[in-house]
Protein backbone atom coordinates (compact mmCIF):
# COMPACT_ATOMS: atom_id res chain seq x y z
CA UNK A 1 0.00 0.00 0.00
CA UNK A 2 0.80 3.54 -0.40
CA UNK A 3 1.26 5.78 2.77
CA UNK A 4 1.57 9.29 2.16
CA UNK A 5 4.26 11.22 4.41
CA UNK A 6 3.17 14.55 4.75
CA UNK A 7 6.02 16.96 6.23
CA UNK A 8 5.11 20.03 7.94
CA UNK A 9 7.28 20.80 10.72
CA UNK A 10 9.85 17.73 10.20
CA UNK A 11 12.00 18.77 7.49
CA UNK A 12 14.38 16.09 7.94
CA UNK A 13 15.12 12.12 6.85
CA UNK A 14 17.48 11.51 9.60
CA UNK A 15 15.65 11.08 13.59
CA UNK A 16 12.31 11.54 12.07
CA UNK A 17 9.77 8.53 13.64
CA UNK A 18 6.64 9.84 11.70
CA UNK A 19 8.42 8.92 8.55
CA UNK A 20 9.70 5.50 9.97
CA UNK A 21 6.05 4.55 10.44
CA UNK A 22 5.10 5.45 7.42
CA UNK A 23 7.50 3.40 6.21
CA UNK A 24 6.49 0.20 7.93
CA UNK A 25 3.48 1.31 6.49
CA UNK A 26 4.09 1.05 2.37
CA UNK A 27 5.53 2.49 -0.18
CA UNK A 28 6.00 6.30 0.78
CA UNK A 29 4.77 9.25 -0.82
CA UNK A 30 6.73 12.68 0.51
CA UNK A 31 3.85 15.85 0.70
CA UNK A 32 4.46 18.95 1.67
CA UNK A 33 1.16 21.24 1.36
CA UNK A 34 2.64 24.95 0.65
CA UNK A 35 -0.52 27.33 2.01
CA UNK A 36 -0.23 30.32 -0.61
CA UNK A 37 -2.03 32.46 2.15
CA UNK A 38 0.87 31.79 4.46
CA UNK A 39 3.38 31.94 1.93
CA UNK A 40 2.85 34.94 1.12
CA UNK A 41 2.90 36.88 3.87
CA UNK A 42 6.25 35.16 5.01
CA UNK A 43 8.84 37.47 4.23
CA UNK A 44 12.04 36.97 2.27
CA UNK A 45 14.28 35.38 4.79
CA UNK A 46 11.44 32.86 5.67
CA UNK A 47 10.73 32.15 2.29
CA UNK A 48 14.16 31.26 1.89
CA UNK A 49 14.73 28.88 4.38
CA UNK A 50 11.48 26.96 3.61
CA UNK A 51 12.48 26.61 0.04
CA UNK A 52 15.63 25.98 0.68
CA UNK A 53 14.82 23.19 3.48
CA UNK A 54 11.96 21.79 0.94
CA UNK A 55 14.44 21.42 -1.83
CA UNK A 56 17.25 19.25 0.12
CA UNK A 57 14.03 17.23 1.16
CA UNK A 58 13.68 16.77 -2.79
CA UNK A 59 16.88 16.01 -3.42
CA UNK A 60 17.44 13.60 -0.30
CA UNK A 61 13.87 11.54 -1.43
CA UNK A 62 15.56 10.96 -4.43
CA UNK A 63 13.30 13.81 -6.33
CA UNK A 64 10.22 12.85 -5.13
CA UNK A 65 8.83 15.03 -2.80
CA UNK A 66 5.24 16.41 -3.91
CA UNK A 67 4.38 19.90 -3.01
CA UNK A 68 1.16 20.83 -3.69
CA UNK A 69 -0.70 23.95 -2.77
CA UNK A 70 -3.80 24.94 -0.92
CA UNK A 71 -5.76 23.92 1.62
CA UNK A 72 -4.34 20.70 3.76
CA UNK A 73 -7.86 19.96 4.52
CA UNK A 74 -8.49 19.95 0.40
CA UNK A 75 -5.51 19.03 -0.51
CA UNK A 76 -4.51 16.00 1.70
CA UNK A 77 -7.36 14.13 1.25
CA UNK A 78 -7.37 14.62 -2.89
CA UNK A 79 -4.35 13.20 -2.73
CA UNK A 80 -4.80 10.27 -0.57
CA UNK A 81 -7.40 9.35 -3.30
CA UNK A 82 -5.67 9.79 -5.77
CA UNK A 83 -3.17 7.61 -5.26
CA UNK A 84 -5.09 5.05 -2.92
CA UNK A 85 -3.27 5.41 0.08
CA UNK A 86 -4.61 3.97 3.25
CA UNK A 87 -2.71 6.08 5.57
CA UNK A 88 -1.18 9.64 6.16
CA UNK A 89 1.95 9.86 8.47
CA UNK A 90 2.46 13.03 10.21
CA UNK A 91 4.36 14.29 13.57
CA UNK A 92 2.33 15.96 15.99
CA UNK A 93 1.52 19.29 16.29
CA UNK A 94 0.44 20.26 19.09
CA UNK A 95 0.08 24.11 18.70
CA UNK A 96 -3.22 25.74 18.35
CA UNK A 97 -3.41 26.24 14.80
CA UNK A 98 -1.83 22.99 14.46
CA UNK A 99 -5.05 20.94 16.13
CA UNK A 100 -7.46 22.70 14.62
CA UNK A 101 -6.11 22.12 11.22
CA UNK A 102 -5.24 18.57 11.63
CA UNK A 103 -8.75 17.65 13.43
CA UNK A 104 -10.49 19.35 9.86
CA UNK A 105 -7.41 16.76 7.83
CA UNK A 106 -8.86 13.89 9.64
CA UNK A 107 -12.35 14.33 8.97
CA UNK A 108 -11.49 15.22 5.72
CA UNK A 109 -9.76 11.82 4.98
CA UNK A 110 -12.91 9.60 6.15
CA UNK A 111 -11.50 5.93 6.40
CA UNK A 112 -8.17 7.14 5.36
CA UNK A 113 -5.94 6.88 9.06
CA UNK A 114 -4.10 9.89 10.35
CA UNK A 115 -1.29 8.57 11.86
CA UNK A 116 0.35 10.95 14.73
CA UNK A 117 3.99 9.78 15.86
CA UNK A 118 6.08 11.74 17.92
CA UNK A 119 6.09 16.16 18.52
CA UNK A 120 8.26 18.46 17.91
CA UNK A 121 9.56 18.68 21.71
CA UNK A 122 12.05 16.29 23.58
CA UNK A 123 9.23 15.64 25.66
CA UNK A 124 5.21 15.97 24.55
CA UNK A 125 3.79 19.11 25.80
CA UNK A 126 0.82 17.33 28.32
CA UNK A 127 3.20 14.84 29.19
CA UNK A 128 5.29 16.44 32.51
CA UNK A 129 2.70 17.46 34.95
CA UNK A 130 3.04 18.05 39.00
CA UNK A 131 1.79 15.08 41.09
CA UNK A 132 -1.56 15.78 41.15
CA UNK A 133 -1.87 15.72 37.44
CA UNK A 134 -2.11 19.47 36.70
CA UNK A 135 -0.15 21.71 34.65
CA UNK A 136 3.14 23.42 36.01
CA UNK A 137 2.45 27.17 35.67
CA UNK A 138 6.15 28.08 36.80
CA UNK A 139 9.71 26.88 34.94
CA UNK A 140 12.32 25.44 37.44
CA UNK A 141 10.19 22.58 39.00
CA UNK A 142 8.60 21.82 35.39
CA UNK A 143 12.38 21.55 34.31
CA UNK A 144 13.27 19.57 37.39
CA UNK A 145 10.81 16.96 36.28
CA UNK A 146 12.03 17.48 32.62
CA UNK A 147 15.22 16.63 32.95
CA UNK A 148 14.29 13.29 35.62
CA UNK A 149 11.88 12.11 32.80
CA UNK A 150 14.30 11.81 30.27
CA UNK A 151 13.59 11.44 26.69
CA UNK A 152 13.83 8.84 23.95
CA UNK A 153 16.64 8.02 21.82
CA UNK A 154 16.94 8.74 18.51
CA UNK A 155 15.02 7.54 15.88
CA UNK A 156 17.52 5.60 13.17
CA UNK A 157 17.67 7.24 9.82
CA UNK A 158 15.88 4.98 7.33
CA UNK A 159 18.36 3.34 5.37
CA UNK A 160 16.01 2.33 2.63
CA UNK A 161 13.18 3.79 1.75
CA UNK A 162 10.79 2.82 -1.31
CA UNK A 163 9.39 6.34 -2.34
CA UNK A 164 6.46 6.96 -4.37
CA UNK A 165 5.39 9.53 -6.89
CA UNK A 166 2.53 11.49 -8.09
CA UNK A 167 2.43 14.99 -9.90
CA UNK A 168 3.32 18.03 -7.81
CA UNK A 169 3.66 21.35 -8.63
CA UNK A 170 7.00 23.58 -8.73
CA UNK A 171 8.93 23.82 -5.65
CA UNK A 172 8.87 27.01 -4.02
CA UNK A 173 11.37 29.32 -5.35
CA UNK A 174 13.82 30.97 -2.90
CA UNK A 175 14.29 34.67 -2.96
CA UNK A 176 17.40 36.16 -3.86
CA UNK A 177 18.99 37.40 -0.39
CA UNK A 178 22.10 39.14 -2.11
CA UNK A 179 24.71 39.05 0.63
CA UNK A 180 22.55 39.31 3.96
CA UNK A 181 23.72 37.20 6.50
CA UNK A 182 21.05 34.66 6.97
CA UNK A 183 21.07 30.97 8.07
CA UNK A 184 21.67 28.32 6.00
CA UNK A 185 18.57 25.98 5.39
CA UNK A 186 18.02 22.29 5.34
CA UNK A 187 19.02 19.16 7.04
CA UNK A 188 22.61 18.98 6.40
CA UNK A 189 23.41 22.67 7.15
CA UNK A 190 21.73 22.01 10.51
CA UNK A 191 23.90 19.22 11.30
CA UNK A 192 26.65 20.91 9.99
CA UNK A 193 26.08 23.77 12.46
CA UNK A 194 25.39 22.08 15.15
CA UNK A 195 28.40 20.06 15.23
CA UNK A 196 30.51 22.95 15.20
CA UNK A 197 28.62 24.64 18.25
CA UNK A 198 29.07 21.57 20.28
CA UNK A 199 32.62 20.86 19.28
CA UNK A 200 33.99 24.38 19.53
CA UNK A 201 31.32 26.74 21.47
CA UNK A 202 29.09 25.24 23.80
CA UNK A 203 31.65 25.17 26.53
CA UNK A 204 31.54 28.73 26.76
CA UNK A 205 27.67 29.42 26.06
CA UNK A 206 27.02 30.45 29.70
CA UNK A 207 29.45 32.96 29.45
CA UNK A 208 28.91 34.24 26.06
CA UNK A 209 25.42 34.30 24.90
CA UNK A 210 24.17 37.35 25.94
CA UNK A 211 26.99 38.75 23.01
CA UNK A 212 24.90 39.51 19.90
CA UNK A 213 28.27 41.23 18.25
CA UNK A 214 29.37 38.10 18.52
CA UNK A 215 28.58 34.79 17.18
CA UNK A 216 27.91 32.66 20.37
CA UNK A 217 24.30 30.88 20.30
CA UNK A 218 23.31 27.60 18.32
CA UNK A 219 21.71 29.47 15.77
CA UNK A 220 19.20 25.90 16.06
CA UNK A 221 15.83 28.22 16.92
CA UNK A 222 15.21 28.05 13.08
CA UNK A 223 16.29 24.58 12.28
CA UNK A 224 14.09 23.21 15.52
CA UNK A 225 11.13 25.12 14.58
CA UNK A 226 10.93 23.37 10.95
CA UNK A 227 12.52 20.54 12.27
CA UNK A 228 15.46 19.96 10.40
CA UNK A 229 16.79 18.69 13.37
CA UNK A 230 15.03 17.28 16.41
CA UNK A 231 16.09 18.46 20.02
CA UNK A 232 16.31 15.04 21.35
CA UNK A 233 19.23 14.79 18.43
CA UNK A 234 20.78 17.66 20.10
CA UNK A 235 20.21 15.94 23.73
CA UNK A 236 21.38 13.01 22.79
CA UNK A 237 24.59 14.33 20.56
CA UNK A 238 25.80 16.48 24.29
CA UNK A 239 24.95 13.73 26.65
CA UNK A 240 27.44 11.27 23.78
CA UNK A 241 30.04 14.16 23.89
CA UNK A 242 30.66 13.50 27.44
CA UNK A 243 30.83 17.30 27.84
CA UNK A 244 29.37 18.82 31.58
CA UNK A 245 29.39 21.97 32.84
CA UNK A 246 27.79 25.39 33.15
CA UNK A 247 28.29 26.12 28.99
CA UNK A 248 25.80 22.43 28.72
CA UNK A 249 23.78 22.63 31.71
CA UNK A 250 22.08 26.15 30.37
CA UNK A 251 22.16 24.99 27.06
CA UNK A 252 19.59 22.11 27.94
CA UNK A 253 17.98 24.56 29.99
CA UNK A 254 17.19 26.92 27.04
CA UNK A 255 15.82 23.48 24.88
CA UNK A 256 13.68 23.24 27.76
CA UNK A 257 12.27 26.64 27.83
CA UNK A 258 11.10 25.96 24.30
CA UNK A 259 9.36 22.76 25.70
CA UNK A 260 7.71 24.60 28.87
CA UNK A 261 6.19 27.28 26.71
CA UNK A 262 5.01 24.44 24.27
CA UNK A 263 3.61 22.62 27.14
CA UNK A 264 2.22 25.72 28.42
CA UNK A 265 0.14 26.37 25.02
CA UNK A 266 -0.70 22.73 24.80
CA UNK A 267 -2.80 23.48 28.30
CA UNK A 268 -3.87 27.15 27.58
CA UNK A 269 -4.15 27.46 23.84
CA UNK A 270 -5.87 31.03 24.11
CA UNK A 271 -2.62 32.26 25.72
CA UNK A 272 -1.29 32.80 22.12
CA UNK A 273 -3.59 35.91 22.34
CA UNK A 274 -4.54 36.66 25.88
CA UNK A 275 -2.94 37.39 29.37
CA UNK A 276 -1.47 34.25 30.98
CA UNK A 277 -1.99 35.93 34.37
CA UNK A 278 -4.74 38.38 34.11
CA UNK A 279 -3.72 40.68 37.08
CA UNK A 280 -2.95 43.18 34.32
CA UNK A 281 -6.15 42.85 32.68
CA UNK A 282 -6.92 46.45 33.49
CA UNK A 283 -3.90 47.95 31.67
CA UNK A 284 -4.17 50.95 29.56
CA UNK A 285 -1.87 51.39 26.29
CA UNK A 286 -0.98 54.12 23.82
CA UNK A 287 -3.56 54.57 21.30
CA UNK A 288 -3.80 56.44 17.99
CA UNK A 289 -1.88 58.09 15.41
CA UNK A 290 0.86 59.15 17.57
CA UNK A 291 1.17 55.65 18.97
CA UNK A 292 0.76 54.24 15.31
CA UNK A 293 3.92 56.46 14.18
CA UNK A 294 5.97 55.09 17.53
CA UNK A 295 5.20 51.60 16.45
CA UNK A 296 6.31 52.45 12.96
CA UNK A 297 9.69 54.05 14.40
CA UNK A 298 10.41 50.61 16.26
CA UNK A 299 9.54 48.24 13.27
CA UNK A 300 12.01 50.41 11.00
CA UNK A 301 14.97 50.92 13.50
CA UNK A 302 14.31 54.55 13.40
CA UNK A 303 13.97 54.97 17.51
CA UNK A 304 17.04 57.10 18.12
CA UNK A 305 18.50 54.31 20.16
CA UNK A 306 20.98 52.70 18.73
CA UNK A 307 20.71 49.17 20.40
CA UNK A 308 16.86 48.79 19.40
CA UNK A 309 17.34 49.92 15.81
CA UNK A 310 20.19 47.76 15.36
CA UNK A 311 18.40 44.93 16.45
CA UNK A 312 14.84 45.96 14.34
CA UNK A 313 16.77 46.33 11.21
CA UNK A 314 18.38 43.01 11.70
CA UNK A 315 15.44 41.26 12.30
CA UNK A 316 13.89 42.81 9.00
CA UNK A 317 17.19 41.80 7.12
CA UNK A 318 18.06 38.59 8.40
CA UNK A 319 15.02 37.31 9.74
CA UNK A 320 16.54 36.75 12.89
CA UNK A 321 17.47 38.66 16.33
CA UNK A 322 19.65 37.87 19.19
CA UNK A 323 17.96 37.00 22.68
CA UNK A 324 19.07 39.66 24.13
CA UNK A 325 18.05 41.67 21.91
CA UNK A 326 14.47 40.54 21.50
CA UNK A 327 14.34 41.61 25.30
CA UNK A 328 15.50 44.86 24.99
CA UNK A 329 13.37 45.63 21.62
CA UNK A 330 10.36 44.15 23.17
CA UNK A 331 10.83 45.99 27.03
CA UNK A 332 11.31 49.13 24.37
CA UNK A 333 7.68 48.45 23.19
CA UNK A 334 5.84 47.70 25.58
CA UNK A 335 7.51 49.89 28.59
CA UNK A 336 8.81 52.81 26.52
CA UNK A 337 5.97 53.09 24.10
CA UNK A 338 3.11 51.63 26.17
CA UNK A 339 2.12 49.14 23.80
CA UNK A 340 0.40 45.98 23.91
CA UNK A 341 2.46 43.05 23.91
CA UNK A 342 0.27 41.55 21.40
CA UNK A 343 1.21 44.08 18.52
CA UNK A 344 4.99 43.14 18.99
CA UNK A 345 4.38 39.56 19.00
CA UNK A 346 2.34 39.54 16.08
CA UNK A 347 5.18 41.87 14.11
CA UNK A 348 8.40 39.22 15.53
CA UNK A 349 6.01 36.25 14.26
CA UNK A 350 5.85 38.06 11.01
CA UNK A 351 9.27 38.32 10.27
CA UNK A 352 11.30 35.90 12.39
CA UNK A 353 12.59 32.86 10.20
CA UNK A 354 11.86 31.03 14.01
CA UNK A 355 8.70 32.31 14.68
CA UNK A 356 7.13 30.13 16.86
CA UNK A 357 3.77 30.74 18.59
CA UNK A 358 4.90 29.49 22.46
CA UNK A 359 7.77 30.78 22.01
CA UNK A 360 8.05 33.96 20.91
CA UNK A 361 4.53 34.87 22.33
CA UNK A 362 5.14 33.71 25.84
CA UNK A 363 8.39 35.13 25.10
CA UNK A 364 6.25 38.60 24.98
CA UNK A 365 4.29 37.97 27.79
CA UNK A 366 7.23 37.47 29.79
CA UNK A 367 9.08 40.92 29.02
CA UNK A 368 5.49 42.38 29.48
CA UNK A 369 4.42 40.77 32.94
CA UNK A 370 1.25 39.15 31.88
CA UNK A 371 3.12 35.53 31.60
CA UNK A 372 4.46 32.20 33.19
CA UNK A 373 6.42 32.73 36.47
CA UNK A 374 7.20 35.68 38.93
CA UNK A 375 7.74 38.13 35.81
CA UNK A 376 9.81 40.97 36.66
CA UNK A 377 6.87 43.92 35.74
CA UNK A 378 9.00 46.56 37.37
CA UNK A 379 12.25 45.66 35.27
CA UNK A 380 12.29 47.86 32.64
CA UNK A 381 15.48 47.50 30.14
CA UNK A 382 17.39 50.68 30.12
CA UNK A 383 18.34 50.78 26.07
CA UNK A 384 21.51 52.63 26.39
CA UNK A 385 23.00 50.54 30.00
CA UNK A 386 21.89 47.29 27.85
CA UNK A 387 23.90 48.07 24.61
CA UNK A 388 26.98 49.20 26.87
CA UNK A 389 27.06 46.35 28.74
CA UNK A 390 26.27 43.88 25.79
CA UNK A 391 27.58 45.07 23.22
CA UNK A 392 31.03 46.80 24.75
CA UNK A 393 32.55 48.15 21.45
CA UNK A 394 29.70 48.80 19.60
CA UNK A 395 30.79 46.66 16.88
CA UNK A 396 26.91 45.34 16.65
CA UNK A 397 25.44 48.48 16.55
CA UNK A 398 27.50 49.69 13.58
CA UNK A 399 26.90 46.47 11.80
CA UNK A 400 23.61 47.12 11.52
CA UNK A 401 23.34 50.87 11.32
CA UNK A 402 25.29 52.17 9.00
CA UNK A 403 24.68 56.09 9.90
CA UNK A 404 26.76 55.68 12.83
CA UNK A 405 29.63 53.79 11.45
CA UNK A 406 31.73 56.94 12.13
CA UNK A 407 31.58 56.44 15.82
CA UNK A 408 34.18 54.20 17.34
CA UNK A 409 33.86 52.18 20.34
CA UNK A 410 30.79 52.62 22.55
CA UNK A 411 30.32 55.82 22.27
CA UNK A 412 28.05 54.50 19.62
CA UNK A 413 25.85 53.86 22.09
CA UNK A 414 25.27 57.81 23.31
CA UNK A 415 25.31 59.33 19.76
CA UNK A 416 23.41 62.38 21.13
CA UNK A 417 26.49 63.20 23.14
CA UNK A 418 28.20 64.65 20.01
CA UNK A 419 26.75 65.77 16.82
CA UNK A 420 23.90 63.41 15.95
CA UNK A 421 25.21 62.05 12.34
CA UNK A 422 23.10 62.82 9.49
CA UNK A 423 20.31 60.68 8.72
CA UNK A 424 20.47 59.42 12.13
CA UNK A 425 16.90 60.04 14.02
CA UNK A 426 16.77 62.02 17.25
CA UNK A 427 15.31 59.77 20.21
CA UNK A 428 10.73 59.20 19.95
CA UNK A 429 11.06 59.23 24.08
CA UNK A 430 12.83 60.24 26.59
CA UNK A 431 13.52 56.99 28.34
CA UNK A 432 13.65 57.98 32.25
CA UNK A 433 10.54 59.52 31.71
CA UNK A 434 8.76 56.92 30.39
CA UNK A 435 10.32 54.47 32.59
CA UNK A 436 8.22 56.27 35.30
CA UNK A 437 5.26 56.55 33.25
CA UNK A 438 5.22 52.32 32.82
CA UNK A 439 6.09 51.65 36.57
CA UNK A 440 2.83 54.24 37.30
CA UNK A 441 0.81 52.30 34.57
CA UNK A 442 1.88 49.12 36.33
CA UNK A 443 0.76 49.94 39.79
CA UNK A 444 -2.67 51.04 38.60
CA UNK A 445 -3.42 48.21 36.56
CA UNK A 446 -2.19 45.50 39.45
CA UNK A 447 -4.26 48.11 41.62
CA UNK A 448 -1.91 49.55 43.92
P1 LIG B 1 20.37 29.49 21.66
O1 LIG B 1 20.79 30.47 22.68
O2 LIG B 1 21.45 28.72 20.99
O3 LIG B 1 19.35 28.50 22.38
C1 LIG B 1 19.14 27.15 21.94
C2 LIG B 1 17.69 26.87 21.70
O4 LIG B 1 16.97 26.93 22.93
C3 LIG B 1 17.01 27.87 20.79
O5 LIG B 1 17.23 27.54 19.44
C4 LIG B 1 15.55 27.73 21.21
O6 LIG B 1 14.96 26.63 20.58
C5 LIG B 1 15.65 27.44 22.69
N1 LIG B 1 15.47 28.67 23.46
C6 LIG B 1 16.43 29.54 23.85
N2 LIG B 1 15.90 30.55 24.58
C7 LIG B 1 14.57 30.33 24.63
C8 LIG B 1 13.48 31.00 25.23
N3 LIG B 1 13.65 32.12 25.94
N4 LIG B 1 12.25 30.49 25.05
C9 LIG B 1 12.04 29.37 24.35
N5 LIG B 1 13.05 28.67 23.77
C10 LIG B 1 14.29 29.13 23.91
N6 LIG B 1 12.44 31.56 20.12
C11 LIG B 1 11.97 30.92 19.05
O7 LIG B 1 12.42 29.81 18.74
N7 LIG B 1 10.97 31.46 18.27
C12 LIG B 1 10.44 32.68 18.55
O8 LIG B 1 9.54 33.13 17.84
C13 LIG B 1 10.94 33.39 19.67
N8 LIG B 1 10.48 34.63 19.97
C14 LIG B 1 10.95 35.30 21.10
C15 LIG B 1 10.41 36.54 21.43
C16 LIG B 1 10.86 37.23 22.55
C17 LIG B 1 10.27 38.57 22.90
C18 LIG B 1 11.86 36.65 23.37
C19 LIG B 1 12.37 37.37 24.58
C20 LIG B 1 12.40 35.41 23.04
C21 LIG B 1 11.95 34.71 21.91
N9 LIG B 1 12.49 33.45 21.54
C22 LIG B 1 11.98 32.79 20.46
C23 LIG B 1 13.49 32.78 22.38
C24 LIG B 1 14.97 33.04 21.98
O9 LIG B 1 15.19 34.42 21.83
C25 LIG B 1 15.38 32.33 20.69
O10 LIG B 1 15.04 30.97 20.76
C26 LIG B 1 16.89 32.40 20.45
O11 LIG B 1 17.30 33.75 20.38
C27 LIG B 1 17.23 31.70 19.15
O12 LIG B 1 18.61 31.76 18.88
P2 LIG B 1 19.54 30.47 19.06
O13 LIG B 1 18.94 29.30 18.36
O14 LIG B 1 20.91 30.86 18.65
O15 LIG B 1 19.45 30.26 20.62
Redesign the pocket.
Known amino acids: PTAIHWFRRDLRLGDNPALIAAREAGDVLPLFVLDPAIWEKSGNPRKHFLAGCLAELHEATDGHLVVRHGKPEDVVPALAEEVGAASVHVAGDTGPYGRRRDAAVEKALGDVELVRTGSPYAVAPGTITKDDGTPFKVFTPFSRRWRDHGWHDPAPRPRTVTWTRADGEDLPEAPDMGDTAVLEPGESAARKRWEQ ?1 LDERIAD ?1 DDQ ?1 NRPDLDT ?9 FGTVH ?1 RTLLHDIAESGQTGTGVDT ?1 VT ?2 C ?2 D ?2 ADVLWHRPETAREYYNDELKGMTYSSGKHADEDFEAWAAGRTGFPVVDAAMRQLLAEG ?4 RM ?2 I ?2 SFLVKDLHQEWTR ?2 RY ?2 QH ?1 V ?11 Q ?2 AGTGTDAAPYFRVFNPVTQGQKFDPDGDYVRRYVPELRGIEGKAVHEPWKGDLPEGYPERIVDHKHEREVALDRYAKARGR
Open positions: FYRTSRMSAHLHPYELWRFYWMHNRMTAGAFMLDGDLASNNHGWWV
